[in-house]
């Protein structure tokens, strides 16, 4: 007799047996859609990352091309004017002397963080024509240089015969400090722009170089001035590179790294060429280097075809982003290796590989659960009450000729056929009950449910529609009356280009204002529990959020403060983003609560480090918040200061953050100043937490 196969056998191995064929033709085309969709993103990504990274390196070099113009006209004019020479030229000895070694420079009292330092050459010929100009270039620094401070360090004017005026407050003593025989002739911010190497007399951008006095790594943007054919004077503005080499360096996508080179091969940035381009000074030439892989990167960017910003490498193994830089027209470069496009589409594959084979096995197990437990079992179950009901309880036997279990199964399904259909109609009717009292149940549970939910968001509206409302209206009614004036001034044909750039600079304010405010209540509903929980430094967290603030205390004249040592660094596991959000307010803060002071005024920012906990502590020369307010200061729109400078959502966003940070923001009132004080525990795994 033919031995029986149990039906449960055989499904499962044909299902798995399929099944694996069909992952695994299957897995061939997904790699090769996933490889071909990843790519096609990265280019897309690699283009929009490369347009915003120019743009936003471009901002100060044609910011100084428009200062240039500018002051080359006045320059022009004064040249043009033979009796302001002779005006000037009057005033030259009460402002330069000669010195020991011949030059002249400025007299002593000299403060050259509010006004021009000039250098002139010992045995130079001095005449009324060169003593107005040196006096008029003074001038013009100190008058323009402050303007012009916002984005650059210093404005100055050189002369092929080496004069120098320049205005420059972080390096004050410049001229003073010059040796009588340099020579800044032989300086490429000087030559670049001579007759020689540059006869178009059009603005140019020297390389990447450090400057010896002003110790800092800069370029510097160059505009020749002539009089009848003659070159007169050269206006130069340095822009420091500090912001920019360091975002290249720092800034980049994920496993690419940034290079930026001129277009005859003078190199600004590599990250792997930091050291030597200090040890060249900056002078780095990449035809001469050696280095065939950026030289074949170089070739290929100026060789793409036009129109085209991301291409692939001559080894094909990397994607090259590029854009220009506007202004010295450097070429900003991504190196994009296509290893992590091949290396995510090899992971999402073998991902879905995996995801498949554990889909099968578990399926299969399921799947052998649900036949042994609803087909093998029940069908032995049945075959011996069947052999029971054989032996006298029932006469009705039905022969059905099956070698399988199907087949012993219908053996007895005539004789069990009355007794089950009875059975089956009480339990479909007990089922139809209780399904019945589960929908009503059900039902009543989810309207429940909804009102729960409904009035959840009826008391957030509740608590937010008030502040909210206040906080749009007001600048809304300031645009409001914007455009009335405009109205109203294109009726009265009175509508000047300082009125309007005086009515165009309030609707901006104002709209960044109602951007800023929606922005916080984004912020503010925002609950962070998505965002991954990395390992960080604390002394790295401070030092980039104060960068971003720097500008604004120097303006507001408040001395920043922050004592950075290596060795007193702590590491803890946060959301980077969020604690620099958090620290960025409490500085911001801080110094609009002291900017009308009339002391000294001072942000401290320290680092408390203790056995079970660290604190970063931000102290300002406040005389502290009163209690009432501090009853208030972390609710959501509460705010002290004055109309249009705050949301009142910082603290409150600030205080949440710390609370999923399991840490807590609060005010040390035991110092005689304000201190308010971000404390974490160094106890707690945030990456479970998360």
Same mark, same amino acid.
């Given at each position: ?26 897995? #061939? ?18 283009? @929009? ?32 004017? &033979? ?24 007299? %002593? ?30 001038? $013009? ?93 050269? %206006? ?7 912001? $920019? ?41 990449? *035809? ?5 892989? $950026?030289? *074949? ?6 060789? =793409? ?5 991301? /291409? ?41 590989? %995996? ?54 199964? =219908?053996? +007895? ?6 007794? /089950? ?29 909804? $009102? ?5 968001? !009826? ?8 502040? #909210? ?21 294109? @009726? ?15 609707? &901006?304010?104002? %709209? ?32 980039? +959020? ?8 120097? !303006? ?56 079970? @906990? ?26 002290? @200061? ?49």
């Amino acid at each position: 007799m033919k031995a029986k196969e149990h039906l449960a056998k055989r499904i499962l191995r044909s299902i798995s047996v399929r099944v694996t064929v069909i992952v695994f033709i299957s897995s #061939i085309f997904s790699y090769i859609h996933f490889y071909s969709t990843i790519k096609k993103g990265s280019i897309q990504t690699l283009d @929009k990352y490369v347009n915003e990274r120019t743009q936003l390196e471009s901002f100060l070099f044609t910011q100084a091309e428009e200062n240039h113009i500018y002051l080359k006209s006045l320059i022009t004019n004064f040249l043009e004017s &033979n009796k302001n020479i002779q005006e000037n030229s009057l005033a030259f000895n009460n402002f330069f002397e000669q010195k020991e070694d011949k030059t002249y420079r400025n007299k %002593i009292g000299f403060d050259g963080t509010k006004m021009a330092g000039v250098f002139i050459p010992p045995e130079y010929p001095l005449d009324k024509t060169r003593k107005g100009l040196v006096v008029y270039l003074k001038k $013009l620094a100190e008058a323009t240089g402050p303007i012009f401070r916002s984005n650059f360090q210093d404005t100055y004017f050189t002369t092929p015969d080496n004069i120098m005026v320049i205005y420059w407050p972080e390096v004050p003593n410049w001229t003073l400090e010059m040796a009588s025989d340099f020579q800044m002739t032989d300086e490429e911010y000087v030559w670049i722009a001579d007759k020689l190497h540059n006869p178009q007399r059009k603005m140019v951008w020297t390389g990447l170089f450090y400057d010896k006095v002003g110790k800092t790594w800069m370029t510097s943007a160059e505009t020749p001035v002539y009089k009848n054919d003659k070159h007169v004077l050269t %206006i130069g503005h340095d822009v420091m590179l500090s912001e $920019l080499l360091d975002r290249a360096q720092n800034e980049s996508l994920p496993g690419a790294y940034n290079i930026i080179f001129r277009e005859d091969g003078r190199l600004i940035v590599h990250p792997q060429k930091i050291e030597e381009l200090k040890k060249s000074g900056g002078y780095f030439d990449i *035809n001469k280097s050696g280095d065939e892989d $950026l030289k *074949n990167i170089k070739a290929a960017i100026l060789n =793409a075809p036009k129109g085209q910003k991301v /291409i692939e490498s001559e080894s094909g193994n990397e994607l090259l982003a590029f854009g220009k830089i506007k202004g010295p027209g450097w070429y900003f470069v991504t190196v994009y290796p296509k290893a992590l496009i091949t290396s995510t589409a090899l992971k999402s594959i073998i991902f879905v590989i %995996i995801l498949a084979f554990l889909s099968l096995v578990l399926e299969v197990i399921l799947l052998w659960f649900v036949i042994k437990n609803e087909i093998s079992d029940p069908i032995k179950s049945l075959l011996n009450a069947a052999e029971r009901m054989k032996g006298g309880e029932f006469n009705t036997v039905v022969e059905v000729n099956r070698e399988d279990e199907l087949g012993s199964f =219908a053996t +007895t399904f005539n004789s069990m056929a009355k007794a /089950i259909l009875e059975r089956d109609q009480e339990i479909h009717t007990y089922a139809e009950s209780l399904e019945k009292k589960v929908l009503e149940r059900t039902k009543e549970l989810d309207r429940q449910k909804c $009102l729960a939910i409904e009035s959840a968001k !009826m008391a957030s509206l509740g608590e937010m529609a008030g502040g #909210i409302a206040h906080e749009i209206n007001n600048p809304l009614t300031i645009l409001s009356g914007s455009i009335a004036l405009i109205d109203k001034s294109v @009726k009265n044909n009175s509508l000047s280009e300082d009125k309007i750039s005086m009515i165009s600079n309030t609707i &901006n304010s104002t %709209i960044q204002r109602i951007e800023s405010i929606i922005s916080g209540l984004r912020t503010f509903a925002r609950s962070g529990e998505q965002d991954n929980f990395q390992e960080e430094s604390a002394n790295q967290i401070v030092l980039e +959020t104060l960068a971003l603030c720097r500008h604004k205390l120097k !303006m507001l004249n408040i001395d920043l403060q922050f004592d950075y040592r290596e060795e007193k660094d702590v590491l803890f596991e946060c959301q980077r983003v969020q604690i620099s959000q958090v620290l960025l307010n409490l500085v911001s803060n801080a110094a609009d609560s002291i900017k009308e002071n009339s002391n000294k005024k001072w942000v401290k920012i320290s680092l408390l480090d203790q056995e079970d @906990k660290f604190q970063l502590r931000v102290e300002d020369s406040g005389a502290g918040i009163p209690l009432k307010v501090q009853e208030k200061m972390f609710q959501p729109f509460f705010t002290t @200061k004055d109309f249009g400078s705050g949301t009142g959502l910082g603290l409150s966003i600030s205080s949440g953050i710390m609370k999923h940070h399991s840490g807590q923001l609060f005010v040390d009132n035991d110092l005689k100043h304000t201190c308010i004080v971000m404390e974490f525990s160094k106890n707690v795994n945030l990456k479970q937490v998360s």
